[in-house]
């Protein structure tokens, strides 16, 4: 089982900026992406970013996002330390959520496997 650990959350106020970061035990299977999800207070978990790091054990690199977040996050892989990054900027309110990295199967947001969370909040 790929164990992966989060870090960097926190609290800004709106318009600010954090990167996060996940680094995993293993690297995963190429059909698998790795993607950072969210929980809102009382709502569901949800997606924002997604990368595929392996294609046809070519190192690729595609990513995608939801239409609220596009623009704003950017998730990078550094294939050398297995760690992913979520660079979020002009956070609003509503980005305010438990973050957590996972590993997917790619396409999908279902969870293979996930990191304990780190809090992000943001400020009016």
């Known amino acids: 089982q790929v164990q992966l650990v989060e870090s960097g959350g926190g609290s800004v106020p709106a318009g600010g900026s954090l990167r996060l970061s996940c680094v995993a035990s293993a690297y995963i299977a190429s059909t698998q992406c790795m993607a950072w999800l969210r929980q809102p207070p009382g709502k569901e978990r949800e997606g924002v970013a997604r990368?595929?790091?392996?294609?046809?054990?070519?190192?690729?690199?595609?990513?995608y996002y939801p239409d609220s977040v596009k623009g704003r996050f950017t998730i990078s892989h550094d294939h050398a330390k297995n760690t992913v990054f979520l660079q979020m900027t002009n956070l609003r309110v509503e980005d305010t959520a438990i973050y957590y990295c996972a590993a997917v199967p790619c396409g999908t947001w279902d969870v293979n496997y996930r990191g304990q969370g780190t809090q992000v909040t943001v400020s009016s």
């Open positions: 990368i595929q790091v392996v294609v046809g054990g070519t190192y690729y690199g595609t990513t």
